[in-house]
């Protein structure tokens, strides 16, 4: 048997599992051996995004917050800190991750997609205003629904690892309030910003506003959201990068972040531009509104389809 694999295992049947509040502190509790040592812990600020843990023969058990979220995975190092394997989660909790990644991918490239045909058609003069306000709300329905199932899936995010490496979470839920978890956060953040867009896009519907109306009704519910998008897109940087934000390349979670985070950037661009000025009833920049808007959606397009891509081994 190889040497991490010994250390893994070596104890087994002593070891007893216990809640390890101490370990990190602002709330992460992560249930695993009571033998293994906690090594290193990563924090960005107040939130911990990664965790490793010492074995008796020198080698690792190294978590960390996405990986575990997204993907179900911890990895096994020996004792010269190369990555020996990677360990995923149980059928079941696996099975449950790969569903809820699915959900909020697909719901993120669909309601990426109606938000940028909405512009074109503004921009080509095709269809109503009532038509082009609609495809908004229906990929509005769609942005909501990815939030939500991001919430869900950080909700159920397993926080158990056995004397293997192995992660698994016993119950499921729909909703669970996990503030000090920053992935949790981010997505939180993410799903409240939707349902500020969805304020925006159901007041668009009403007729003969004033321009202070406008800007109360639908353009200040549109810039929370928009807020909302920045703040949860960099709490996914900080996340995927254990700290300071910077450049990954090589990892697929930075890639699926920083294009929804450049898509977040455009939204907001977009939503200043959107302010109708009282003195003139015009909004300040309409292409600003409508490419700015189109070229953000078709990001969100992409980082769901990647974010496809970021799921647990099958």
Known sequence: MPVHQVGLRRAATAATFR??????????????????????????????????????????????????????????????????????????????????????????????????????LAEAGVGGVRAIDTVYLVGGVFFSTGGY??????????TDIDDTG??????????????REI???????????????????????AQNLTARQSDGWVWLPDMVGCVCFLVSGHLALLEVCHGRVGVRLHDLGWWVVAVNQLGSVLFFLAGVAAFVRPATSTAINLGLVDWGTFAGAVCFVVGGALQLGERPAP
Do not use: K
Request: charged share 15%.
């Open 183 to 205: 992935g949790w956060l981010s997505v939180a953040v993410l799903f409240a910003g939707t349902l500020f867009f969805g304020v925006s896009l159901v007041a668009a519907y």
């Open 19 to 120: 809640q390890v509040a101490t370990d990190v502190r602002h709330g992460l509790r992560i249930a695993r051996p009571a033998y293994w040592v906690v090594g290193r812990v990563e924090r960005s600020g107040l939130f911990v995004t990664r965790v490793t843990w010492r074995l008796v023969d020198g080698s690792t058990v190294r978590w960390a917050s996405r990986a575990a979220r997204r993907r179900g995975q911890v990895e096994v190092r020996d004792a010269g800190g190369a990555t020996t394997r990677v360990v995923s989660a149980d059928r079941t909790t696996a099975a449950r991750l790969a569903r809820t990644n699915v959900v909020a991918g697909l719901a993120f490239v669909v309601g990426g997609a109606l938000f940028a045909i909405g512009p074109l």
């Open 166 to 179: 192995t992660l698994s979470r016993a119950a499921w839920t729909w909703w669970a309030w996990r503030p």
């Open 149 to 158: 199932a991001s919430v869900v899936q950080a909700s159920n995010a397993p």
